[in-house]
């Protein structure tokens, strides 16, 4: 019973990370111009959410149901696929991006990878469509019946506030985003940026909140901020968020100029240090507005912003971007074990050992969904 509700659980998390590749900025980059893939792909958007409307009733009926069991046991391996093609798609077109911002030949490549790369998807999307098409007859014949669609969830708030189970297998990125703020050419005006560009789910909020309560900020910093920005970019709420959070008090200004009066007034001649957490707004112009009162006033400050977008790294950058990578195998499984088990050992408990092993395998190399994973685990 036990496998069956991390089985139902990690089915859960894949499905939701699915939702969430569906919707990136990387997977939407690449399908610009691009129809028959798009197409294919939203067809695998409703596939996968027609399969996560009957999730719940499965889940409670696999219990009593064998072939229920058999069915879900399908969908996952199926949902794995479409995962890591999707997986496949973002990651390969953001180091296209990445690489093709250091040199001219790398982009004069980018269109044989780009037409030799679509062949290929198109191959693996139309099987995997095949394959869930049939998974979806079959619920059907298992009489499932949809409980609730979850569909893509709602970007939750991030904060400061240190990671409750620790961070596995980000030190060596911590000390690299470090050596960048110290370099002689990090600062344009007094202002360094650094992004942190990578997947969704691969802990680019986890490192900057590493940084951002490492002691050399707080014993360096005059004062530090940190706004999660998100997908509403509100220069009047970022600022006055940046000046609550600094001054650790309620600002009652509702005027951007009398703000921005206050925040050189507040940051003159200090030390800032900012995280802007979940940046999507690739618009040019906002960050300029935004990034205007900081160049006057203020002895030093050290930006970082993290974001899935390399436009929006090229646009705030002082310093190259740094691309955040996955963790391996080993740092997921430390993570999941930390997470899924109260003592965070799983010492005792070797079948869900072997389970939860399995599950890191087919996790990516990417926290968040081994995490999301624990769920049904973690009552032991």
């Given at each position: 019973?036990?496998?069956?509700l991390?089985?139902?659980?990690?089915?859960s998390a894949f499905?939701q990370?699915a939702?969430?590749r569906?919707?990136?900025?990387?997977v939407l980059?690449?399908l610009?111009?691009r129809?028959?893939i798009?197409?294919?792909?939203?067809?695998l958007?409703i596939e996968l959410?027609?399969?996560?409307?009957v999730l719940i009733d499965?889940?409670?009926?696999?219990?009593?149901?064998?072939?229920?069991?058999?069915?879900?046991d399908?969908?996952?391996?199926?949902?794995?696929?479409a995962?890591?093609?999707?997986?496949?798609i973002?990651y390969?077109?953001?180091?296209c991006k990445?690489?093709a911002?250091?040199?001219?030949?790398?982009?004069?490549?980018i269109?044989?990878?780009?037409?030799?790369f679509?062949?290929?998807?198109?191959?693996?999307l139309?099987?995997?469509l095949?394959r869930?098409?049939?998974?979806?007859?079959?619920k059907?014949?298992?009489?499932l019946?949809?409980v609730?669609?979850?569909?893509?969830?709602?970007?939750?708030?991030?904060?400061?506030?240190?990671e409750e189970?620790?961070?596995f297998?980000?030190?060596?990125?911590?000390?690299?985003?470090?050596m960048?703020?110290?370099?002689?050419?990090a600062?344009?005006?007094?202002?360094?940026?650094?992004?942190i560009?990578g997947?969704?789910?691969v802990g680019?909020?986890?490192?900057?909140?590493?940084?951002y309560?490492?002691?050399?900020?707080?014993?360096?910093?005059?004062?530090?901020?940190?706004v999660?920005?998100?997908?509403?970019?509100d220069?009047?709420?970022?600022?006055?968020?940046i000046l609550?959070?600094?001054t650790?008090s309620?600002?009652?200004?509702?005027n951007?100029?009398?703000?921005?009066?206050?925040?050189?007034e507040?940051?003159?001649?200090k030390k800032?240090f900012l995280v802007l957490?979940d940046?999507?707004?690739?618009?040019?112009?906002d960050w300029?507005?935004?990034?205007k009162?900081?160049k006057?006033?203020?002895?030093?400050?050290k930006?970082?912003v993290?974001t899935?977008?390399?436009?929006?790294a090229?646009?705030v950058?002082t310093v190259?971007?740094?691309?955040l990578?996955?963790l391996?195998?080993?740092?997921?499984?430390?993570?999941f074990?930390?997470?899924?088990?109260?003592?965070?050992?799983s010492?005792?408990?070797?079948?869900l050992r072997?389970?939860?092993k399995?599950?890191?395998q087919?996790?990516g190399g990417?926290?968040?969904?081994?995490?999301?994973?624990?769920?049904?685990?973690?009552?032991?």
């Open positions: 019973m036990a496998e069956a991390v089985g139902g659980a990690v089915l499905l990370v939702f969430e569906v919707a990136s900025r990387e980059d690449f610009k111009g129809k028959h798009d197409g294919m792909v939203q067809k958007k959410m027609s399969a996560d409307a499965a889940e409670e009926k696999q219990i009593t149901n064998p072939a229920v069991k058999e069915w879900l399908e969908l996952k391996d199926a949902v794995y696929v995962d890591d093609l999707l997986d496949e973002a390969e077109a953001l180091r990445l690489e911002e250091s040199t001219s030949k790398v982009r004069g490549l269109s044989t990878f780009v037409s030799s679509d062949k290929s998807i198109q191959s693996e139309k099987n995997i095949d869930l098409d049939s998974i979806s007859k079959q059907d014949v298992l009489r019946e949809k609730a669609a979850v569909g893509i969830p709602s970007r939750p708030l991030t904060t400061s506030c240190p189970y620790g961070v297998g980000r030190d060596k990125d911590k000390e690299a985003i470090f960048k703020f110290q370099s002689s050419e600062s344009d005006n007094g202002i360094c940026v650094i992004p560009v997947l969704g789910g680019k909020t986890t490192l900057a909140r590493l940084i309560n490492d002691k050399r900020v707080t014993n360096s910093f005059d004062h530090k901020a940190w999660c920005v998100s997908e509403n970019f220069c009047f709420r970022i600022l006055k968020t609550e959070d600094a650790l309620m600002c009652d200004i509702q951007m100029n009398l703000l921005q009066i206050k925040i050189r507040t940051f003159k001649d800032i957490d940046v999507w707004n690739e618009n040019y112009d300029i507005e935004l990034i009162v900081f006057y006033g203020a002895q030093e400050i930006i970082i993290t899935r977008s390399e436009n929006i090229s646009n950058c190259p971007t740094y691309l990578n996955q391996s195998n080993e740092e997921c499984w430390l993570l074990e930390k997470h899924a088990f109260r003592n965070g050992s010492s005792e408990f070797p079948l072997e389970i939860g399995q599950i890191v087919k996790c990417l926290p968040l969904i081994s995490c999301k994973s624990t769920w049904g685990i973690a009552a032991f």
